[in-house]
């Protein structure tokens, strides 16, 4: 899925400076709703636009794809209009 994907999907951006990682700056984004952390692929980890999401604490859980991601959400948080 897309970075533009994310933010449509109600994702929020969150910066690491270069101070806070210890090396390079980097950012993420984030998805919280319903006790629920979704968590992106840090921005310097993605290739050509396609960002992944993970469910916050289950690490064999990721996502890619946009439409298969959006019916995650539609299902636990009935949030995402159905386009």
Known sequence: MTEKQLIALGFERV??????????????????????SIISTENDLVENDNWGVKIYDIEDVSFYDYKDFKSLLNIVCKTVSPN
């Open 15 to 36: 910066d690491v400076s270069a101070e806070e990682s210890g090396a390079t700056p980097f950012y993420y984004y984030i998805f919280e709703k319903m006790n629920l």
